[in-house]
């Protein structure tokens, strides 16, 4: 048995293109149990956890942790290094976890051609199957449809080690979590409780800081006011004493601004004034330490038109391959102009097969679509960002500003040669949205969203005029936003043949 917490002592980190690092001075210690991680996307989530696994090395300070530590991969893109073990393991904890899963054998031999849900399965089964001392695993709901997800829950609650999770489920994370991290750089906070509880935590504190704020801000205005107030009286009666302009005949003025003098009343005032002016400074200093941190705006705005066709696809009614002899039937699908679909049905059942069908099919010209993938590989990525830095200097800036409107901060993403998920999510969303579509083909585009960007994204889409085809595991989203379901399930007598309807 290694050892049953992992400490964080003063841990920096920074990535080598960084003027700023994304981890600073960190110190935590977490015991067995599970804590969650909450931040905006690029806050360095899944740096955090890398490096509780030990696949990242400290800039600067330590992490002490058990050896048997897995980080299991937020990118599906590639396959888990003990996969084969795993998949060879015939005991029966290994038989029951791939039976549970749904894990195949033939997997091994086609990582690339499998859908992203089944890969993600491959990925959480091979981590728990090691059963490590410290289990860091990042967004493991993605791309998962509701049964694998429950499944998959069950097994995470079993888990007796230190687990670290990243998830913008909140179920999840209420259901499994006895503290949560939330992230918001520069600081680290640990709150007991799950990620409800957390929350309104944050929230309750966020609003006391800022009604502190408010008040140091009120007080401060008010003694300033009466230092001025005060500046002014006393330069008035300073200009009142002066000597100066007086007949140097008129001795009885000149008495009198000398007995002004004598009997201190000036002294007094100048006192008067100095205590002011310290009681200034001071509430000055306490208003700056309340300050609570800038808030920035958030919300965003989807353009569209309807476009003036009948429809904006038709696809004759047929079948696709799905590889390994499985098909996909389906009868002729067609979506008018204001249509707004979702397309649902479980993991490895064609979803985006489709769609990239539908893609290849679309005469619509490129500025009147907008689509996003279901995952951008790492190299895309970091190709997309290289482009878009450099675009010009209005269209940069048109990205940026829509970026930093989903809570992601642009000057580090700027510094990055690697985007996180969440933040090349981002990036296309904002690329979409310089157009005004016809057409929006979203697949999956929750996943890696942190929470406030899913809240946002919904609320856009809500108010899109135009087509909209979405596909996702996330029923409330699809509940919200869209009228007409095609649904794919397995026929029950040839289960190689997934058959969509169309309902509603
Ligand atoms: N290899 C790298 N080189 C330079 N910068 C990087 C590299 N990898 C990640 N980054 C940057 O470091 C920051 C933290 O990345 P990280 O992947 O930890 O974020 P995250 O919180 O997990 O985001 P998400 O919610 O999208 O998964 C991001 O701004 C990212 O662009
Ligand atoms: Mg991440």
Known sequence: MGKQFIEFNKVSFAYETQSESTIKDLTLQLSAGWTGCVGANGVGKSTLLQLAAGELQPSSGKVIGPSQAIYCRQRTDFQPENFEAF???????????????????????????????????????????????????????????TDARDTLLGALKSYRGIGLIVSHDKTLM???????LFIDPPDFRLFPGNFSQGWKQVRREAETSEK??????????????????????????????????????????KEKKNLARITGKDAVAGKLLNQLNGRARQARERLVSLSVKKTYDTGIWQEGECSNR???????AGEISLGEGRILSHPKLEMKP?????????????????????????????????????????????????????????????????????????????????????????IMLALGAA???????????????????????????????????LVSHDAEFLEELTEIRWRITINESNPQECVLEVEG
Request: aromatic residues 4%.
């Open 87 to 145: 998949l060879d393991d015939s005991r029966r904890e290994a038989c029951i976890l791939r039976g549970r899963l749904g894990i195949k054998e033939g997997w091994l031999y086609r990582w690339d051609s499998l859908s992203h849900g089944e890969r993600k399965r491959a990925q959480v089964g091979a981590a728990l199957w090691q059963q490590p001392d410290l289990l860091a695993i990042d967004e493991p709901t993605n791309h998962l449809d």
């Open 338 to 426: 204001a249509d707004r679909i979702a397309l649902v049905g479980s993991n490895g059942n064609g979803k985006s097969t489709l769609v990239n069908r539908i893609i290849n099919s679309l005469t619509l010209t490129d500025d009147k679509v907008t689509y996003l993938p279901q995952e951008i590989d790492q190299s895309r990525a970091a190709q997309i960002l290289e482009e878009v830095k450099k675009l010009s200097s209005e269209k940069l800036g048109y990205v940026m500003t829509f970026v930093n409107r989903l809570g992601t901060r642009p000057p580090r993403l700027l510094e990055s040669v690697l985007p996180s998920p969440g933040e090349i999510r981002k």
């Open 212 to 253: 502190r704020e408010l008040q140091a801000r009120k007080e401060y205005k008010r003694i300033d006011r009466e230092v001025k107030k005060r500046r002014s009286e006393a330069a008035k009666a300073d200009r009142k004493r002066s000597k100066r302009g007086i007949d140097k005949k008129d001795h009885d003025a």
């Open 310 to 316: 009948n429809t904006l696809f038709t696809l004759p």
């Open 174 to 180: 209420d259901t499994l979590c006895t503290y949560c």
């Open 435 to 469: 157009h005004v579509p016809h057409l929006m083909i979203l697949d999956e585009p929750t996943n890696h969203l942190d929470l406030l960007s899913v809240e946002c994204l919904k609320e856009s889409l809500a108010g899109y005029p135009a087509g909209l085809l």
